[in-house]
């Protein structure tokens, strides 16, 4: 018997930088994306504030320009995602498609046509689409002229692009989020935020007036989605982590629930909420400035209140764990996030670890703070497959790694968790946005491409194709 509620929305997602190709096609501007290399020096460029942004974009020919040429055959793709069962697909709309330097005041009608296509072509098999409007690609221009998103012109900027998508699609598109793992800037604040160096280049105080004016940006576009149809959901995105402390010890609860505040709560709680939560101050307090350093208005924070979102949709890939008195010295390696390794999980060969019933924990905390829809739009393995020369890819591993974590999901139903949906991240593969490259795949579908940009391009499913397609036919009884 089925857990999940009728119309659960079962899909996938992706995103335009790691999937699209074509960075130059149809009048698109450079995007950030398009400015970073593949390869260890990804991450470290992602996070340095002074890096060059001038100089490099046109140097970088692979991956990201030319992804896995999705602009050239979504046709392809939609119909081996229809093929699936898919209820919905996530995607995003390539900012730099639409405002290809981000400031112009009309919109680039090339772009517009290319994103007609794919929800058209969504619709041809009822599949739903479900926009990120802003997923870690803006256009190069915001960062190089106006320094990201700490800038205040950027909601101006952002509005313009909202209501252009909004206005366009939203008799056809029921669903929206407004920025793609917001928090994560925390932790990559280049990816998400555009912060270049200035006022001591990626200080925290930065970091923070930037999510300001993404709080206001997005609480924008939810009242413009909202005029145009008061029943539009409109959504924000966060990167969860369940996060533990190491021990009983008290000192690392404190540690753990402060860390909580800051990454898993923060961003959650004023987009939900509306309002700024009651440790903001002693959080800055930390970082040695507060609320008042920030430039925020009265209207910002009335038009922040009245325009919460309408649930919340997030990337749950691993949990973390918190030592801060010294008890272990085992680092996660290659965890994003930071932290110790938790003797009680394994983590994926990049070192996240993989832990199912913290995926039952997330929904719980989160509807137990919110009280609101969830919605898992991220979730996956990242793994290296192994393709046979007929093409079979036995992706047994993935396939573990999904059921597990949706009988946690089914738990959080019988938890009495208000659940929407589910869209595992990269249902087909494409360009990781860690490390920039093929080599960490995490499709139902199989893409011939290497890390050097070879390959034939074909789409061959997986083991785990025929796997989820049942699973969506049953509606998540039969794993
Ligand atoms: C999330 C991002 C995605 C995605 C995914 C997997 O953080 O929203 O864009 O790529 O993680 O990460 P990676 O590609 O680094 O494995």
């Keep these: 018997m089925s857990k999940f509620p009728k119309g659960f929305l079962w899909g996938g997602a992706t995103a335009a930088n790691q999937l699209e190709g074509g960075y130059r096609e149809g009048g698109k501007g450079l995007s950030i994306?398009?400015?970073?290399p593949g390869g260890p020096e990804r991450f470290k460029i992602a996070n340095q504030p002074d890096f060059d942004w001038q100089l490099k974009p046109d140097q970088y020919t692979y991956p990201n320009h030319a992804g896995i040429d999705h602009y050239h055959r979504f046709r392809e793709d939609i119909a081996l995602f229809a093929e699936m069962g898919f209820k919905c697909y996530r995607f995003s709309i390539a900012w730099s498609r639409i405002f290809p330097q981000g400031d112009e005041t009309e919109p680039n009608a090339a772009g517009l046509e290319f994103y007609d296509q794919i929800v058209a072509e969504c619709l041809k098999y009822n599949i739903q689409p479900v926009i990120t409007i802003s997923h870690y690609e803006m256009p190069l221009n915001l960062v190089t002229t106006y320094g990201g998103w700490k800038n205040k012109q950027l909601i101006g900027f952002y509005e313009r692009f909202a209501r252009t998508v909004l206005t366009r699609y939203y008799k056809q598109v029921k669903y929206w989020m407004t920025f793609n793992e917001i928090n994560s800037a925390l932790h990559f604040p280049v990816m998400g935020q555009g912060l270049v160096a200035s006022n001591g280049a990626n200080d925290m105080q930065n970091i923070y007036q930037a999510w300001?004016?993404?709080?206001?940006?997005?609480?924008?576009?939810?009242?413009?989605?909202?005029?145009?149809?008061?029943?539009?959901?409109?959504?924000c995105m966060l990167l969860y982590a369940t996060t533990y402390s190491y021990n009983a010890n008290p000192?690392?609860?404190?540690?753990?629930?402060?860390?909580?505040?800051?990454?898993?709560?923060?961003?959650?709680?004023?987009?939900?909420?509306?309002?700024?939560?009651?440790?903001?101050?002693?959080?800055?307090?930390?970082?040695?400035?507060?609320?008042?350093?920030?430039?925020?208005?009265?209207?910002?924070?009335?038009?922040?209140?009245?325009?919460?979102?309408?649930y919340i949709g997030f990337s749950y890939y691993m949990?973390?764990?918190?030592?801060?008195?010294?008890?272990?010295?085992?680092?996660?390696?290659?965890?994003?996030?930071?932290g110790v390794k938790n003797p009680y999980l394994k983590a994926s060969d990049w070192g996240w670890q993989i832990d199912p019933t913290g995926l039952r924990i997330a929904l719980n905390e989160?509807?137990?703070?919110?009280?609101?829809?969830?919605?898992?739009?991220?979730?996956?393995?990242?793994?290296?497959?192994?393709?046979?020369?007929?093409?079979?890819?036995?992706?047994?591993?993935?396939?573990?790694?999904?059921?597990?974590?949706?009988?946690?999901?089914?738990?959080?139903?019988?938890?009495?968790?208000?659940?929407?949906g589910y869209t595992p991240w990269g249902c087909i593969d494409l360009v990781s946005a860690s490390t920039g490259q093929m080599s960490k795949r995490y499709g139902f579908i199989y893409v011939d491409l290497d890390d050097n940009g070879q390959g034939t391009l074909n789409r061959y499913p997986k083991k785990s194709f025929s796997w989820y397609q049942q699973v969506i036919q049953s509606n998540g009884a039969k794993l």
Excluded: W
């Excluded at 505040?261 to 040695?288: K, M, W």
């Excluded at 591993?397 to 089914?410: C, F, G, N, Q, W």
């Design 33 to 36: 994306a398009d400015a970073l």
């Design 319 to 338: 949990s973390a764990t918190v030592d801060v008195t010294g008890e272990t010295q085992d680092k996660a390696s290659g965890n994003l996030i930071g």
């Design 366 to 420: 989160m509807y137990q703070r919110y009280q609101k829809p969830l919605f898992v739009v991220e979730n996956g393995l990242g793994a290296k497959d192994e393709i046979s020369a007929d093409h079979q890819v036995n992706d047994n591993y993935r396939i573990d790694y999904l059921r597990k974590h949706i009988e946690a999901m089914a738990g959080a139903v019988d938890d009495g968790v208000d659940l929407m």
């Design 251 to 310: 000192v690392n609860q404190l540690a753990t629930l402060k860390q909580n505040q800051a990454f898993n709560q923060f961003c959650g709680d004023v987009q939900v909420r509306g309002a700024y939560p009651s440790y903001t101050e002693s959080l800055l307090q930390q970082y040695g400035f507060s609320f008042n350093d920030l430039d925020t208005t009265a209207d910002e924070l009335a038009l922040l209140k009245a325009n919460p979102v309408d």
């Design 212 to 235: 300001h004016n993404q709080f206001i940006a997005g609480a924008k576009a939810v009242q413009i989605g909202h005029q145009l149809d008061p029943t539009l959901k409109v959504g």
